[in-house]
C-alpha cells in the first residue's frame, strides 16, 4: 500500500526521471484506450508497452534512462529475498531503490539496493497517520532530499529541455499516424461491412434468380411442346414469305407443312379445338399458298434457264433442280394440276433440248470422212489391181482401207475411253474413219445424256410421281432424239457392204445395252432394241450379197476341163484371192465374235457363206483336169491358208470353225 501512497509524488529534479511504480512511463499525451476496430492483431513482447515502440524514435540519455529506470521498477527484483530491518526508514529506502545507480557501482552493489522479497513483507508504521496525512508530513523532507539530489544546472536543463521536446513532437506524430491508421482501419471496417452487406445480397438475388430459373424450365417444359405447336415464329412467317429459297427455307417449309398436317389430322378426327388452334389452321393455309407461289415462280425461273444458249443443262439439274426436290413434292401434295404444268413445261424443254443439241452434234459428226465400201467389196468381185495388191499384202494385217482386213479396227471396243468425241473436234478432224466411229461417238453421247436425264427425273420427281409414269415423261423428252439417232444408224449402214463395220456397230450397240442394265436405266431398252433391229437384218444383206457375188463366181467356172495339159502344167495351187479374203473377213467375224453364242445370227451367216465359198474352190479344184495330186494340193493350200489366218481367234465359235478346217485340211492333206 505504501507503494499507492507514492504515486503522486512529484518527479525530482535530477536528470533522469523517476518512474511511477506500477503504471507505464510518463508521457504528455493523454491514455488512449486501445481500438477495437482493427480486425488485426498485433502481439506485444512481455514487458513492454504498446507505445514503447514511440519511445525509441528520438534517442537520447534521458529516454534511455527512463526505459531503463522503468524496466527496473518493473523487474524481479522483487523476487529477492532479504532482511530490512536494519533500513532507517521507509522514505530513504524508496529513496535508495528509486534512486538511479552510478557507473562506480558494482553489481553487486545495485542488486544490494534492489527491492526483494522481504520489502514485500515490510511492516510499515504510521505512527496513528493516515496515508494522505503521512505523505503530507514528508513532502518537505522528500522535497529536501530531491533537492540534496537535483545537481543539474539551467544551461543542462535547457539542453534535456530541446531533447524532451524533440521526443514529444515524435511522440506527437506517432500518435497522428496511429491516429491516421485508426481512421483508415475504421473506414476499411465500414467498407468490409458494406461489401458484406452487397454479397449477402447478390446471394439472395443469386438464389431468387436460380429459383425463377428452375421454375421456367419447369414450366418450359411442360407448356413449350404446346405453345410451339399452336404458334408460328415471325421468322418462319417472314422467311417463307419473302425469303430467299435456299436450305433453310425448304426445312421452314417442311415445318410448317407437317404442322399443317397435323392439324387437319385433329380436324378430321373430330376432337374439340381450343381458340389458338382455330386461328392457327387459317395461317398454316395463307403460308402454304403463298409457298405454293413461290415454288411455281421458282420452278419456272430454272426452266426458263434451261433455253438459255450455250447452257450445261446437267449443271442447272445438280444445283438448281436437285438441292430442292422436296418444292416439287410439296407442290404436286398441294397443288397436283399446278404440279403437272410445271413438270409438262419441263419435258417441253428438255424434249427441245436434247433434239437442239444432238442434232448440232450429228452434224458435226456428218463432216467426218468415212470408207465407202460398195459392190465392189464383195468376195467375189474380179478386180485384178486388188488381187495383186491383196496377194502382196501379209495376210493378217491388211492394207488400210482392206475392206475384209479387221486389223485396229477391234481397238474401238478395247478403248477405255468411255468420252465420246467433241463436236470442235469432230468439225477439224481430216482423217478418214470406218463408219463404226461416228456411230459410237454419237450412242455413246446419247447413253450418257440419257442416263442423267433418267436419273435427274426419277430423284426429283419421285415419289411424287410413280415410276412407270417417270418412264414415260423419260421417253417423251428424248423421242425425237432416239429417232435422230436411229436416223443417223440408217444413213450410216444404208448402203454400206462393210461387214465388219456393221458387225462392230452391234458389238457397240451391245456393249451400251450391258452398260445401261449397269446404271440401272431401262428406259433406253427400247432404243437399244430398235438399233439392233436395224443392224442385224443389214448385216444379213451384207452376207448375202457375199454368197452371192461367189455364187456368180463358182457358176462362171467350166464345169468340164477345156483347158490343154500345157496350160494345166502351168497353173499354180497356190491359195485363191477368194479364199484369202474369205479367211480376213472369216477371221474378224470370229474376233468379235469371241462371247457371242450359238443362237446369233452371225453364226447361220457365216455357214452359209463358208458353204459357198467352199463350193467355188471344189470347183477350181476342177480346173487341174486329171492332176488328181495337184487338186488336192490346190484345196489343202486353201484349207491351210484359212486355218492359218484363224487360228488366233477364240470362243466357242471360233473353235467350231477351227475345228471344220482342221478336218478340211487333213482330209486334203492324205490325198495329196
Not at 527496473?72 to 523476487?79: A, D, P, T, V
Not at 476499411?188 to 454479397?199: C, K, M
Not at 446471394?203 to 421456367?216: E, G, I, K
Amino acid at each position: 500500500m505504501w507503494l499507492d501512497r507514492l504515486a503522486g509524488a512529484p518527479p525530482t529534479t535530477s536528470g533522469h526521471s523517476t518512474p511511477q511504480p506500477g503504471s507505464r512511463p510518463y508521457s504528455p499525451l493523454p491514455r488512449r484506450t486501445s481500438s477495437t476496430l482493427s480486425p488485426y492483431v498485433t502481439s506485444q513482447r512481455p514487458g513492454h508497452s504498446p507505445r514503447s515502440s514511440s519511445l525509441s524514435l528520438v534517442s537520447n540519455d534521458s529516454s534511455t534512462s527512463l526505459l531503463a529506470s522503468a524496466r527496473r521498477h518493473n523487474g524481479s527484483g522483487l523476487r529477492q529475498s532479504s532482511t530490512i530491518s536494519d533500513l532507517p526508514n521507509s522514505l530513504q529506502t524508496l529513496e535508495k531503490l528509486l534512486q538511479p545507480p552510478d557507473d562506480t557501482d558494482t553489481a553487486a552493489e545495485a542488486h544490494t539496493r534492489a527491492i526483494v522479497e522481504g520489502d514485500v513483507d515490510y511492516s510499515v508504521k504510521f505512527d496513528g497517520l493516515s496515508l494522505k496525512e503521512l505523505v503530507e508530513s514528508g513532502k518537505e523532507t522528500e522535497g529536501a532530499s530531491l533537492s540534496r539530489r537535483s545537481s543539474q544546472t539551467i544551461p543542462e536543463y535547457e539542453k534535456d529541455k530541446s531533447k524532451f521536446e524533440d521526443l514529444h513532437r515524435s511522440i506527437t506524430a506517432c500518435d497522428d499516424v496511429l491516429s491516421s491508421v485508426e481512421t483508415n482501419l475504421e473506414s476499411f471496417r465500414n467498407d468490409l461491412a458494406a461489401v458484406s452487406a452487397d454479397i449477402e445480397s447478390l446471394q439472395a438475388r443469386s438464389a431468387a434468380l436460380n429459383r425463377r430459373l428452375d421454375n421456367r424450365k419447369v414450366v418450359e417444359k411442360a407448356l413449350g411442346p404446346l405453345v410451339e405447336e399452336l404458334s408460328v415464329s415471325p421468322e418462319t412467317i417472314t422467311k417463307i414469305s419473302s425469303g430467299h429459297i435456299d436450305e433453310s427455307w425448304t426445312k421452314m417449309l417442311s415445318e410448317v407443312d407437317r404442322r399443317a398436317a397435323a392439324q387437319k389430322k385433329k380436324v378430321s378426327s373430330g376432337l374439340p379445338q381450343n381458340r389458338a388452334a382455330e386461328e392457327l389452321c387459317p395461317l398454316l393455309d395463307k403460308l402454304i399458298l403463298k409457298a405454293i407461289e413461290r415454288i411455281r415462280d421458282f420452278l419456272v425461273a430454272q426452266i426458263k434457264a434451261l433455253r438459255s444458249p450455250h447452257i450445261n443443262a446437267q449443271i442447272i439439274q445438280q444445283q438448281n433442280f436437285l438441292k430442292f426436290k422436296d418444292l416439287f413434292t410439296f407442290l404436286h401434295r398441294h397443288h397436283e394440276t399446278l404440279a403437272e404444268e410445271i413438270s409438262l413445261a419441263y419435258m417441253n424443254t428438255m424434249r427441245w433440248y436434247y433434239v437442239n443439241q444432238f442434232g448440232r452434234y450429228e452434224k458435226a459428226l456428218g463432216k467426218l470422212k468415212l470408207h465407202v465400201l460398195d459392190k465392189n467389196d464383195v468376195l467375189g468381185h474380179e478386180d485384178t489391181t486388188r488381187m495383186a495388191a491383196v496377194l502382196s499384202s501379209s495376210r493378217v494385217g491388211g492394207p488400210p482401207h482392206d475392206a475384209f482386213n479387221l486389223g485396229r479396227r477391234i481397238d474401238l471396243l478395247k478403248s477405255k475411253n468411255q468420252s465420246a468425241l467433241s463436236s470442235y473436234l469432230a468439225e477439224d478432224d481430216q482423217s478418214t474413219h470406218y463408219l463404226e466411229v461416228p456411230f459410237r461417238n454419237f450412242n455413246l453421247a446419247l447413253i450418257d445424256n440419257a442416263t442423267a436425264e433418267y436419273t435427274f427425273l426419277a430423284t426429283f420427281f419421285s415419289p411424287a410421281l410413280s415410276m412407270p409414269q417417270i418412264s414415260r415423261n423419260f421417253n417423251y423428252i428424248f423421242e425425237p432424239t432416239f429417232e435422230l439417232g436411229q436416223a443417223l444408224t440408217k444413213a450410216l449402214v444404208g448402203e454400206t457392204l462393210d461387214a465388219l463395220g456393221v458387225l462392230l456397230c452391234i458389238r457397240v450397240n451391245q456393249h451400251l445395252a450391258f452398260e445401261l442394265q449397269r446404271r440401272r436405266v431401262p428406259a433406253v431398252d427400247g432404243y437399244v432394241n430398235g438399233t439392233n433391229m436395224l443392224l442385224w437384218p443389214r448385216l444379213q444383206v451384207i452376207v448375202d450379197r457375199h454368197c452371192e457375188s461367189v455364187r456368180q463366181l463358182t457358176n462362171a467356172l467350166p464345169a468340164k476341163l477345156s483347158r490343154s495339159a500345157a496350160d494345166v502344167a502351168k497353173m499354180t495351187a497356190a491359195p485363191h484371192v477368194v479364199a484369202q479374203r474369205f479367211a480376213q473377213l472369216l477371221h474378224g467375224f470370229l474376233a468379235l465374235s469371241a462371247e457371242a453364242g450359238d443362237d446369233e445370227p452371225v453364226v447361220a451367216s457365216l455357214r452359209r457363206l463358208r458353204t459357198e465359198v467352199e463350193a467355188f474352190l471344189n470347183r477350181q479344184s476342177l480346173s487341174y483336169g486329171g492332176d488328181k495330186r495337184k487338186s488336192e494340193r490346190f484345196l489343202y493350200n486353201n484349207y491351210s491358208l484359212v486355218l492359218t489366218i484363224i487360228g488366233d481367234t477364240e470362243g466357242k465359235l471360233a473353235a467350231d470353225q477351227q475345228q471344220h478346217f482342221e478336218q478340211l485340211k487333213a482330209a486334203h492333206q492324205e490325198q495329196s
